[in-house]
Protein backbone atom coordinates (compact mmCIF):
# COMPACT_ATOMS: atom_id res chain seq x y z
CA UNK A 1 0.00 0.00 0.00
CA UNK A 2 2.48 2.46 1.37
CA UNK A 3 4.83 1.37 -1.79
CA UNK A 4 2.23 1.36 -4.35
CA UNK A 5 1.60 4.98 -3.14
CA UNK A 6 5.40 5.89 -3.63
CA UNK A 7 4.89 4.80 -7.11
CA UNK A 8 2.49 6.96 -7.91
CA UNK A 9 4.00 10.02 -6.68
CA UNK A 10 7.46 9.08 -8.54
CA UNK A 11 5.19 8.83 -11.58
CA UNK A 12 3.60 12.11 -11.74
CA UNK A 13 6.85 14.14 -10.73
CA UNK A 14 7.03 16.85 -12.89
CA UNK A 15 11.01 17.62 -14.26
CA UNK A 16 11.63 19.48 -10.99
CA UNK A 17 11.30 18.23 -7.57
CA UNK A 18 9.42 20.64 -5.24
CA UNK A 19 11.29 21.69 -2.59
CA UNK A 20 10.33 23.83 0.40
CA UNK A 21 11.49 25.77 3.29
CA UNK A 22 15.60 26.30 3.57
CA UNK A 23 17.27 23.36 5.11
CA UNK A 24 13.95 21.61 5.44
CA UNK A 25 13.62 20.42 1.40
CA UNK A 26 11.29 17.59 0.57
CA UNK A 27 13.49 14.36 -0.14
CA UNK A 28 12.28 11.80 -2.71
CA UNK A 29 11.83 8.50 -1.06
CA UNK A 30 14.54 6.40 -0.32
CA UNK A 31 14.64 2.86 -2.16
CA UNK A 32 18.08 1.25 -0.90
CA UNK A 33 17.49 -0.80 2.34
CA UNK A 34 18.29 0.31 5.15
CA UNK A 35 22.19 1.16 6.71
CA UNK A 36 22.74 0.74 2.62
CA UNK A 37 25.81 3.17 3.08
CA UNK A 38 27.06 2.71 5.98
CA UNK A 39 29.95 1.00 5.45
CA UNK A 40 31.91 4.66 3.28
CA UNK A 41 29.35 6.85 6.04
CA UNK A 42 31.83 10.16 5.61
CA UNK A 43 32.03 11.40 9.51
CA UNK A 44 29.59 15.21 9.25
CA UNK A 45 31.69 18.34 10.39
CA UNK A 46 29.23 19.46 13.22
CA UNK A 47 27.36 23.41 12.17
CA UNK A 48 28.31 25.68 15.70
CA UNK A 49 25.94 27.63 14.45
CA UNK A 50 22.64 28.15 14.95
CA UNK A 51 21.43 30.64 12.07
CA UNK A 52 20.33 28.13 9.26
CA UNK A 53 22.17 30.70 6.62
CA UNK A 54 25.42 29.66 8.57
CA UNK A 55 27.58 26.50 8.55
CA UNK A 56 30.31 27.10 10.76
CA UNK A 57 32.46 24.73 11.43
CA UNK A 58 35.96 23.83 13.41
CA UNK A 59 38.80 21.73 11.21
CA UNK A 60 41.83 20.93 12.73
CA UNK A 61 44.92 19.50 10.66
CA UNK A 62 46.69 17.01 12.60
CA UNK A 63 48.05 13.20 12.91
CA UNK A 64 46.23 10.24 13.69
CA UNK A 65 46.68 6.86 13.60
CA UNK A 66 43.81 4.53 11.26
CA UNK A 67 43.75 1.13 10.19
CA UNK A 68 43.79 0.76 6.31
CA UNK A 69 44.28 -2.85 6.58
CA UNK A 70 43.37 -5.51 9.57
CA UNK A 71 45.65 -4.97 12.15
CA UNK A 72 48.05 -3.09 10.44
CA UNK A 73 48.04 1.16 12.01
CA UNK A 74 49.49 3.83 9.78
CA UNK A 75 49.47 7.79 10.70
CA UNK A 76 47.84 9.65 8.23
CA UNK A 77 47.33 13.56 7.97
CA UNK A 78 43.91 14.31 8.28
CA UNK A 79 41.44 17.20 9.44
CA UNK A 80 39.95 16.25 12.44
CA UNK A 81 41.40 12.98 13.10
CA UNK A 82 39.40 11.47 9.85
CA UNK A 83 41.04 9.89 6.46
CA UNK A 84 38.96 11.81 4.13
CA UNK A 85 38.22 14.79 6.28
CA UNK A 86 34.75 15.66 7.59
CA UNK A 87 31.81 16.72 5.18
CA UNK A 88 31.08 19.77 5.36
CA UNK A 89 27.32 20.01 4.10
CA UNK A 90 26.48 23.93 2.84
CA UNK A 91 23.37 25.08 0.75
CA UNK A 92 24.05 27.58 -2.30
CA UNK A 93 24.18 30.94 -0.84
CA UNK A 94 25.47 29.76 2.88
CA UNK A 95 27.90 31.56 4.74
CA UNK A 96 30.68 28.62 5.35
CA UNK A 97 33.12 29.90 8.60
CA UNK A 98 35.70 27.50 9.17
CA UNK A 99 37.96 28.02 11.87
CA UNK A 100 41.40 26.20 10.94
CA UNK A 101 43.84 25.14 13.28
CA UNK A 102 47.06 23.41 12.38
CA UNK A 103 48.71 20.54 14.45
CA UNK A 104 50.83 19.44 11.91
CA UNK A 105 54.49 19.26 11.62
CA UNK A 106 54.37 21.66 8.55
CA UNK A 107 52.88 25.17 7.45
CA UNK A 108 49.68 24.13 5.39
CA UNK A 109 46.81 26.39 3.97
CA UNK A 110 43.09 25.04 3.00
CA UNK A 111 42.18 25.89 -0.65
CA UNK A 112 38.79 25.07 -1.41
CA UNK A 113 38.54 23.67 -4.74
CA UNK A 114 36.09 24.80 -7.38
CA UNK A 115 34.64 27.09 -4.73
CA UNK A 116 34.02 30.80 -6.29
CA UNK A 117 35.77 32.52 -3.12
CA UNK A 118 37.45 35.99 -2.77
CA UNK A 119 41.17 35.79 -3.35
CA UNK A 120 42.19 36.17 0.33
CA UNK A 121 39.69 32.45 1.08
CA UNK A 122 41.77 30.74 -1.84
CA UNK A 123 44.53 29.10 0.66
CA UNK A 124 47.74 29.55 -2.22
CA UNK A 125 50.36 30.35 0.60
CA UNK A 126 51.96 33.45 0.32
CA UNK A 127 49.52 35.09 -2.56
CA UNK A 128 46.16 34.90 -1.16
CA UNK A 129 47.34 34.19 2.61
CA UNK A 130 50.48 33.31 4.63
CA UNK A 131 50.88 30.09 5.15
CA UNK A 132 49.80 28.90 8.72
CA UNK A 133 52.48 27.89 10.78
CA UNK A 134 52.45 24.77 13.03
CA UNK A 135 50.63 25.72 15.58
CA UNK A 136 48.88 28.52 14.25
CA UNK A 137 44.59 29.07 13.27
CA UNK A 138 43.58 31.05 10.29
CA UNK A 139 39.71 31.67 9.55
CA UNK A 140 38.14 31.10 6.18
CA UNK A 141 35.12 32.56 5.80
CA UNK A 142 33.05 33.04 1.97
CA UNK A 143 29.65 32.44 0.51
CA UNK A 144 29.13 29.00 -1.35
CA UNK A 145 27.51 30.73 -4.51
CA UNK A 146 26.76 27.72 -6.28
CA UNK A 147 25.57 24.27 -5.62
CA UNK A 148 27.85 21.08 -6.29
CA UNK A 149 30.55 18.64 -4.85
CA UNK A 150 33.16 20.59 -3.98
CA UNK A 151 36.46 19.64 -1.96
CA UNK A 152 39.19 21.19 0.42
CA UNK A 153 42.62 20.33 0.43
CA UNK A 154 45.85 21.80 1.14
CA UNK A 155 48.22 23.92 -1.05
CA UNK A 156 51.94 23.60 0.30
CA UNK A 157 53.65 20.42 -0.61
CA UNK A 158 50.10 19.44 -2.69
CA UNK A 159 51.61 16.23 -3.65
CA UNK A 160 53.06 15.35 -0.55
CA UNK A 161 50.70 16.57 1.98
CA UNK A 162 47.55 15.58 0.13
CA UNK A 163 48.85 12.24 -0.71
CA UNK A 164 49.32 11.87 3.32
CA UNK A 165 45.58 12.31 3.78
CA UNK A 166 45.06 16.04 3.72
CA UNK A 167 41.44 16.16 1.94
CA UNK A 168 37.55 16.42 2.28
CA UNK A 169 34.05 16.85 0.72
CA UNK A 170 32.46 19.96 0.80
CA UNK A 171 28.83 19.27 -0.52
CA UNK A 172 27.03 22.53 -1.62
CA UNK A 173 23.01 21.07 -2.35
CA UNK A 174 20.80 22.77 -4.37
CA UNK A 175 17.68 24.07 -1.81
CA UNK A 176 15.63 23.28 -4.60
CA UNK A 177 17.26 20.53 -6.48
CA UNK A 178 15.41 19.07 -9.25
CA UNK A 179 16.82 15.51 -9.05
CA UNK A 180 14.46 12.79 -7.94
CA UNK A 181 16.66 9.97 -6.28
CA UNK A 182 16.52 9.82 -2.32
CA UNK A 183 19.31 7.63 -1.96
CA UNK A 184 22.54 9.57 -2.14
CA UNK A 185 26.14 9.05 -1.15
CA UNK A 186 29.17 11.37 -1.76
CA UNK A 187 32.76 8.85 -2.43
CA UNK A 188 35.89 10.48 -2.23
CA UNK A 189 38.03 8.26 -4.13
CA UNK A 190 41.91 8.46 -3.37
CA UNK A 191 44.57 6.67 -3.12
CA UNK A 192 47.66 6.08 -0.41
CA UNK A 193 51.14 4.74 -0.55
CA UNK A 194 52.05 2.38 1.97
CA UNK A 195 55.02 0.81 3.08
CA UNK A 196 54.87 -3.00 3.43
CA UNK A 197 54.73 -2.14 7.53
CA UNK A 198 51.83 0.11 6.72
CA UNK A 199 53.86 3.20 6.95
CA UNK A 200 53.21 6.39 4.33
CA UNK A 201 55.83 6.43 1.87
CA UNK A 202 58.08 9.22 1.32
CA UNK A 203 56.53 11.56 -1.26
CA UNK A 204 59.95 12.20 -2.95
CA UNK A 205 60.55 8.14 -4.08
CA UNK A 206 61.56 7.71 -7.45
CA UNK A 207 63.04 11.26 -7.57
CA UNK A 208 63.12 12.93 -10.28
CA UNK A 209 61.64 10.83 -12.50
CA UNK A 210 58.63 9.79 -9.66
CA UNK A 211 57.69 13.19 -9.97
CA UNK A 212 57.63 13.19 -13.93
CA UNK A 213 55.55 10.18 -13.54
CA UNK A 214 53.55 11.20 -11.03
CA UNK A 215 53.87 9.08 -7.82
CA UNK A 216 50.68 7.30 -7.48
CA UNK A 217 49.46 5.33 -3.88
CA UNK A 218 49.97 1.94 -3.43
CA UNK A 219 46.22 1.71 -1.70
CA UNK A 220 43.04 2.34 -3.18
CA UNK A 221 40.45 4.06 -0.98
CA UNK A 222 36.86 4.81 -1.01
CA UNK A 223 35.72 7.43 1.83
CA UNK A 224 39.49 5.95 3.32
CA UNK A 225 38.53 2.55 3.40
CA UNK A 226 39.53 -0.39 1.36
CA UNK A 227 36.76 -2.07 -0.85
CA UNK A 228 33.88 -1.11 0.83
CA UNK A 229 30.44 -2.74 0.21
CA UNK A 230 27.23 -0.47 -0.59
CA UNK A 231 24.23 -2.37 -0.13
CA UNK A 232 21.65 -2.22 -2.62
CA UNK A 233 18.15 -3.05 -4.04
CA UNK A 234 18.57 -4.15 -7.90
CA UNK A 235 17.20 -2.28 -9.99
CA UNK A 236 16.71 0.94 -7.44
CA UNK A 237 17.98 4.14 -8.26
CA UNK A 238 21.34 5.99 -6.11
CA UNK A 239 23.15 9.24 -6.20
CA UNK A 240 26.88 9.10 -6.48
CA UNK A 241 28.27 12.46 -5.86
CA UNK A 242 31.72 11.52 -6.55
CA UNK A 243 35.42 13.57 -6.22
CA UNK A 244 39.00 12.26 -7.38
CA UNK A 245 41.18 13.35 -4.23
CA UNK A 246 43.83 11.23 -5.40
CA UNK A 247 46.93 13.15 -5.66
CA UNK A 248 47.98 11.81 -9.10
CA UNK A 249 45.77 8.78 -10.01
CA UNK A 250 43.11 8.59 -12.55
CA UNK A 251 39.88 6.78 -11.78
CA UNK A 252 38.33 4.65 -14.60
CA UNK A 253 35.10 2.30 -14.04
CA UNK A 254 32.71 1.15 -15.94
CA UNK A 255 29.53 -0.88 -14.48
CA UNK A 256 29.36 -3.55 -17.48
CA UNK A 257 26.72 -2.33 -18.84
CA UNK A 258 24.49 -1.71 -15.93
CA UNK A 259 22.50 2.00 -16.49
CA UNK A 260 24.92 4.63 -15.48
CA UNK A 261 23.92 8.35 -16.24
CA UNK A 262 25.86 11.66 -15.93
CA UNK A 263 23.93 14.63 -14.72
CA UNK A 264 26.62 17.12 -13.19
CA UNK A 265 30.17 17.82 -12.87
CA UNK A 266 32.43 20.49 -11.28
CA UNK A 267 30.37 22.92 -11.36
CA UNK A 268 26.70 21.33 -10.64
CA UNK A 269 24.02 19.91 -13.24
CA UNK A 270 24.95 19.66 -16.97
CA UNK A 271 22.84 20.80 -19.41
CA UNK A 272 21.30 17.45 -19.77
CA UNK A 273 22.44 13.77 -18.53
CA UNK A 274 24.63 11.85 -20.27
CA UNK A 275 24.29 8.27 -20.58
CA UNK A 276 28.11 6.53 -20.14
CA UNK A 277 29.80 3.34 -20.63
CA UNK A 278 32.87 4.12 -18.68
CA UNK A 279 33.76 7.27 -16.32
CA UNK A 280 36.43 8.56 -16.01
CA UNK A 281 37.57 11.17 -13.39
CA UNK A 282 41.14 12.67 -13.62
CA UNK A 283 42.51 13.99 -10.21
CA UNK A 284 40.70 16.92 -9.00
CA UNK A 285 37.03 16.48 -10.50
CA UNK A 286 34.02 15.65 -9.62
CA UNK A 287 31.07 13.57 -11.28
CA UNK A 288 27.10 13.29 -10.40
CA UNK A 289 26.18 9.92 -11.47
CA UNK A 290 22.79 7.89 -11.07
CA UNK A 291 22.74 4.30 -10.94
CA UNK A 292 20.32 1.73 -10.93
CA UNK A 293 22.90 -1.63 -10.69
CA UNK A 294 20.91 -5.16 -10.96
CA UNK A 295 21.97 -8.01 -9.89
CA UNK A 296 20.58 -11.23 -8.12
CA UNK A 297 19.11 -10.91 -4.97
CA UNK A 298 22.02 -11.97 -2.26
CA UNK A 299 25.24 -11.99 -5.15
CA UNK A 300 27.95 -9.01 -5.04
CA UNK A 301 29.14 -7.02 -7.88
CA UNK A 302 32.83 -5.52 -7.99
CA UNK A 303 33.54 -1.95 -9.23
CA UNK A 304 36.92 -2.11 -10.83
CA UNK A 305 39.12 0.68 -11.10
CA UNK A 306 40.65 0.16 -14.94
CA UNK A 307 43.93 1.38 -15.40
CA UNK A 308 43.97 4.78 -17.53
CA UNK A 309 46.41 5.95 -20.20
CA UNK A 310 47.82 9.41 -18.82
CA UNK A 311 51.04 8.29 -20.37
CA UNK A 312 53.90 6.16 -20.77
CA UNK A 313 53.80 3.21 -18.80
CA UNK A 314 50.44 3.60 -16.70
CA UNK A 315 48.63 1.31 -18.44
CA UNK A 316 51.25 -1.53 -20.11
CA UNK A 317 52.39 -2.67 -16.61
CA UNK A 318 48.87 -2.41 -14.34
CA UNK A 319 45.84 -4.69 -13.41
CA UNK A 320 42.67 -3.49 -13.24
CA UNK A 321 41.96 -3.40 -9.40
CA UNK A 322 38.88 -3.68 -7.51
CA UNK A 323 37.73 -0.40 -5.75
CA UNK A 324 34.60 -1.17 -3.70
CA UNK A 325 31.37 -3.90 -3.85
CA UNK A 326 27.88 -3.98 -4.57
CA UNK A 327 26.27 -6.09 -2.42
CA UNK A 328 22.37 -7.21 -3.48
CA UNK A 329 20.24 -7.20 -0.61
CA UNK A 330 17.53 -9.90 -0.94
CA UNK A 331 14.80 -7.53 -1.62
CA UNK A 332 12.93 -8.43 -4.78
CA UNK A 333 14.13 -6.29 -7.65
CA UNK A 334 12.57 -2.50 -8.36
CA UNK A 335 10.17 -2.63 -11.10
CA UNK A 336 9.14 1.41 -10.77
CA UNK A 337 9.77 4.41 -12.17
CA UNK A 338 13.75 5.34 -13.11
CA UNK A 339 14.68 8.99 -12.20
CA UNK A 340 13.35 11.64 -14.78
CA UNK A 341 16.12 13.70 -16.70
CA UNK A 342 17.23 16.60 -15.36
CA UNK A 343 17.70 19.50 -17.45
CA UNK A 344 19.29 22.52 -16.91
CA UNK A 345 19.66 25.69 -19.11
CA UNK A 346 23.26 26.77 -19.29
CA UNK A 347 23.86 29.80 -21.52
CA UNK A 348 27.60 28.91 -23.94
CA UNK A 349 30.03 31.74 -23.10
CA UNK A 350 30.41 34.11 -26.33
CA UNK A 351 34.16 33.59 -27.60
CA UNK A 352 33.44 36.51 -30.33
CA UNK A 353 34.87 38.79 -27.96
CA UNK A 354 37.10 36.46 -26.49
CA UNK A 355 40.77 37.38 -25.78
CA UNK A 356 43.33 34.50 -26.98
CA UNK A 357 45.36 33.01 -24.58
CA UNK A 358 47.73 30.10 -25.75
CA UNK A 359 49.99 28.12 -23.37
CA UNK A 360 51.78 25.25 -23.84
CA UNK A 361 52.70 22.41 -20.96
CA UNK A 362 56.56 21.83 -21.46
CA UNK A 363 59.18 19.48 -20.07
CA UNK A 364 62.61 20.19 -19.65
CA UNK A 365 64.92 17.48 -18.81
CA UNK A 366 68.95 18.63 -17.62
CA UNK A 367 71.32 16.49 -15.98
CA UNK A 368 68.37 13.39 -15.82
CA UNK A 369 66.21 15.90 -13.42
CA UNK A 370 62.90 16.83 -14.93
CA UNK A 371 61.13 19.92 -15.27
CA UNK A 372 57.83 21.00 -16.35
CA UNK A 373 56.70 24.60 -17.18
CA UNK A 374 53.98 26.82 -19.18
CA UNK A 375 55.39 27.37 -22.28
CA UNK A 376 59.16 26.39 -21.36
CA UNK A 377 59.12 27.93 -18.30
CA UNK A 378 58.62 26.73 -14.35
CA UNK A 379 56.36 28.47 -12.40
CA UNK A 380 58.87 29.83 -9.96
CA UNK A 381 60.07 31.88 -12.97
CA UNK A 382 57.15 32.77 -14.93
CA UNK A 383 55.01 35.55 -15.45
CA UNK A 384 50.99 35.63 -15.04
CA UNK A 385 48.17 35.62 -17.65
CA UNK A 386 46.84 38.96 -17.45
CA UNK A 387 43.15 39.68 -17.58
CA UNK A 388 40.85 42.37 -17.01
CA UNK A 389 38.16 42.17 -14.31
CA UNK A 390 34.44 41.04 -16.65
CA UNK A 391 36.29 40.27 -19.67
CA UNK A 392 36.32 36.92 -21.43
CA UNK A 393 39.26 34.66 -22.79
CA UNK A 394 39.90 32.03 -25.10
CA UNK A 395 42.24 29.70 -23.98
CA UNK A 396 44.22 27.17 -26.37
CA UNK A 397 46.35 24.79 -24.21
CA UNK A 398 49.02 22.60 -26.32
CA UNK A 399 50.06 19.64 -24.24
CA UNK A 400 54.00 19.19 -25.81
CA UNK A 401 54.30 16.33 -23.04
CA UNK A 402 53.84 12.54 -23.14
CA UNK A 403 51.90 12.68 -20.33
CA UNK A 404 48.01 13.54 -19.57
CA UNK A 405 47.46 17.09 -17.12
CA UNK A 406 44.26 18.36 -15.99
CA UNK A 407 44.50 21.57 -16.01
CA UNK A 408 42.34 23.67 -13.02
CA UNK A 409 41.65 27.33 -12.76
CA UNK A 410 41.02 28.55 -9.23
CA UNK A 411 38.44 30.63 -8.91
CA UNK A 412 36.06 30.30 -11.78
CA UNK A 413 34.35 27.99 -13.93
CA UNK A 414 34.91 27.45 -17.67
CA UNK A 415 33.54 25.82 -20.81
CA UNK A 416 34.72 23.38 -22.76
CA UNK A 417 35.66 24.34 -26.42
CA UNK A 418 35.62 22.43 -29.92
CA UNK A 419 38.50 21.75 -31.84
CA UNK A 420 37.03 24.62 -33.81
CA UNK A 421 36.10 26.32 -30.93
CA UNK A 422 32.33 25.77 -30.47
CA UNK A 423 30.48 24.99 -27.06
CA UNK A 424 30.77 20.63 -26.29
CA UNK A 425 27.36 19.85 -25.28
CA UNK A 426 26.10 18.62 -23.17
CA UNK A 427 27.06 21.86 -21.68
CA UNK A 428 28.33 22.46 -18.39
CA UNK A 429 31.25 24.40 -15.92
CA UNK A 430 34.77 23.20 -15.27
CA UNK A 431 36.66 23.83 -13.16
CA UNK A 432 39.32 20.88 -13.85
CA UNK A 433 39.81 19.26 -17.53
CA UNK A 434 41.90 16.76 -19.17
CA UNK A 435 44.86 17.81 -21.34
CA UNK A 436 45.73 14.19 -23.18
CA UNK A 437 49.45 13.51 -23.92
CA UNK A 438 50.27 15.48 -26.75
CA UNK A 439 47.38 17.20 -27.74
CA UNK A 440 45.76 20.38 -27.67
CA UNK A 441 42.34 21.87 -26.26
CA UNK A 442 40.31 25.08 -25.61
CA UNK A 443 38.12 26.32 -23.38
CA UNK A 444 36.37 29.61 -22.70
CA UNK A 445 36.31 31.55 -19.35
CA UNK A 446 34.45 34.56 -17.95
CA UNK A 447 36.26 36.30 -15.49
CA UNK A 448 34.22 38.59 -12.64
CA UNK A 449 34.86 41.49 -10.68
CA UNK A 450 37.50 38.88 -7.96
CA UNK A 451 40.59 40.56 -8.36
CA UNK A 452 43.32 38.97 -7.68
CA UNK A 453 46.24 36.41 -8.41
CA UNK A 454 44.23 32.98 -9.28
CA UNK A 455 46.14 29.46 -10.04
CA UNK A 456 46.14 27.34 -12.27
CA UNK A 457 48.03 23.93 -12.56
CA UNK A 458 47.83 20.67 -13.47
CA UNK A 459 46.37 18.92 -10.65
CA UNK A 460 48.57 16.11 -10.70
CA UNK A 461 50.05 17.78 -7.86
CA UNK A 462 53.56 16.45 -8.45
CA UNK A 463 53.84 17.78 -12.03
CA UNK A 464 52.47 20.84 -10.20
CA UNK A 465 55.37 21.15 -7.39
CA UNK A 466 57.39 19.90 -10.24
CA UNK A 467 56.87 23.56 -12.68
CA UNK A 468 53.54 22.92 -14.19
CA UNK A 469 51.51 25.55 -12.29
CA UNK A 470 50.84 29.28 -13.90
CA UNK A 471 49.03 32.51 -12.57
CA UNK A 472 45.90 34.34 -13.80
CA UNK A 473 46.36 38.32 -12.53
CA UNK A 474 42.57 39.66 -12.56
CA UNK A 475 42.68 42.89 -12.51
CA UNK A 476 45.94 43.14 -10.87
CA UNK A 477 48.36 46.11 -11.24
CA UNK A 478 51.23 45.01 -12.99
CA UNK A 479 54.34 44.69 -10.84
CA UNK A 480 56.33 42.74 -12.47
CA UNK A 481 56.01 40.17 -9.92
CA UNK A 482 57.99 36.53 -10.53
CA UNK A 483 56.37 33.55 -8.86
CA UNK A 484 57.42 32.40 -5.59
CA UNK A 485 56.67 28.92 -3.19
CA UNK A 486 52.80 29.03 -3.68
CA UNK A 487 52.31 25.72 -3.47
CU1 LIG B 1 42.57 21.43 -6.10
CU2 LIG B 1 45.18 24.48 -6.81
O1 LIG B 1 43.90 22.94 -6.44
CU1 LIG C 1 41.51 24.70 -6.90
CU1 LIG D 1 50.36 16.89 -15.12
Excluded at 85 to 95: E, F, K, Y
Excluded at 164 to 179: K, S, T
Amino acid sequence: MYVKYIFAWICSLPLAFAATAHGAETRPPRLQPEGWDSQVTLVAAADLNPDPRIVEVDLDARVASVELTPGVRTEVWTYNGALPGPLIRAHAGDRVIVHFSNHLPEPTTVHWHGVRVPIQMDGVPDISQPPVPSAGVFTYDFVVPDPGLFWYHPHVLSAAQVGFGLYGALLVEDPDDPVSVGDETVLVLSDIGLESDGRLEPPDSGGSTGMAFGREGTTLLVNGRVRPKLVVRSGAPQRWRIVNAAKSRFFQFDLDGQLMTRIGGDGGLMEEPQRLDTLVLAPGERADILVSPKGKPGSTYDVVAVPFNRGYGSVEYRLAEPLFTLVFDKAAEYTGPQPTPVRRPIEPLATDAATPVNIEFTMAQQGGRFEYGINGIPFAAGHPIVAVPGSTQLWTITNKTKWSHPFHLHGFFFQVLDGQGAPVHPLEWKDTFNVPLESTIKLVVRYDDRVGSWMFHCHVLDHADGGLMGMVDVGVAPSGHVHRGAN
